[in-house]
Each structure stands twice: as structure tokens, then as C-alpha cells.
């Protein structure tokens, strides 16, 4: 499917959305910093290649506790890698699953678990855990986005 770009062009008023684009400022990433969080997205799903799976987690900033300036109102992604890794001993699916549990885990009540039976289980299960605990609690998270594991759950708040 192709876009038709012509039909957009002939939409733009060329002066006007410079205007806006000079009112929008500069946009950098979110530096690396402890933050306060609530979660927007968690859910498993394909990747845009349609070669894997990937958990996928959006977290919204509420609050910058330790960065080099305020980042309330952004935006911090989480992604791995849960089906189709290239198979080595360091780094394939099951390890990659492992990690994602244990991140998860971070989130539950002590004593509680994740399972993963199948993929199909896993992404119901994570998706319940969106939907179960997710709207009533607010993360304190260590963002690198230059790690591997880009988001570390400190602490967990209840709303």
C-alpha cells in the first residue's frame, strides 16, 4: 500500500506550521535519572518485523526525583526481545524470558509469581497484570537509556 503524499502537501500552509514547529522547542531524550512513574503500557507483541515477540513496556513520567532536569509528562520504553533471539548460551529466548519474569516479578506482591507455559499464556498473563495491578500503583524506576536493561524498578507505590 502506497501513501498519497500529494493530497497532505496541498494541505500545508507552509508559514503556519513553521510557526508551530518553532513554538515546539527542542525536543531531547529523556536523560538517564531516577524517576516516578506510573504504567501505561505492558503488554507481549509482535515486533514491527514480524520475526518475534517482544514484551513492551511505556511508562509515564509523574515525577523526576534525580536527573539533570524535570521530565514530568514524558514518555520511557522498555522493550525485550522474548522470541526469535539468535541461540547462544549467554543470550537466547529462555534467558530472555527469565529476565522479562524477573522484572515483571519486581511489580507483585512477595511470594508471587510468573509462569511461562507457552507464549499465548505468557501474553494473557501479563496482560492481567496490566490490567490487575498496574492502574493502582506508581513505580520509582532508575532509567538508563543507554542500558541493557533500560528501566530498574526501585520501588513500588501504591496510588
Known amino acids: 500500500m502506497s501513501v498519497d503524499f500529494n493530497k497532505f502537501d496541498q494541505m500545508i500552509d507552509n508559514n503556519e506550521l513553521k510557526k508551530q514547529m518553532d513554538a515546539a522547542g527542542e525536543f531531547d531524550d529523556v536523560p538517564k535519572g531516577i524517576y516516578r512513574c506510573v504504567i501505561d503500557k505492558m503488554e507481549v507483541k509482535e515486533t514491527k518485523k514480524q520475526d518475534g515477540l517482544i514484551f513492551a513496556v511505556q511508562m509515564g513520567i509523574t515525577e523526576t ?3 539533570p532536569k524535570q521530565q514530568n509528562k514524558r514518555k520511557i520504553f ?3 526481545k522474548i522470541a526469535g533471539n539468535k ?3 549467554r543470550w537466547n529466548d ?3 524470558i ?3 519474569i524477573a522484572w515483571i516479578e519486581k511489580l507483585l506482591d512477595e511470594g508471587d509469581t510468573v509462569e511461562f ?3 499465548s499464556q505468557f501474553a494473557d498473563e501479563v496482560l492481567d497484570i496490566y490490567q490487575d495491578i498496574c492502574p493502582q500503583i506508581e513505580v520509582e524506576v532508575e532509567y538508563d537509556p543507554d542500558g541493557f536493561n533500560p ?3 526501585k520501588e513500588v507505590f501504591d496510588k
Request: cysteine-free; hydrophobic content about 45%.
Open 78 to 80: 522498555f522493550n525485550r
Open 87 to 89: 541461540v547462544s548460551d
Open 98 to 100: 527469565k529476565g522479562v
Open 117 to 119: 507455559k507457552s507464549y
Open 151 to 153: 528501566i530498574t524498578i
Open 65 to 67: 526525583i534525580d536527573a
Open 94 to 96: 529462555g534467558v530472555a
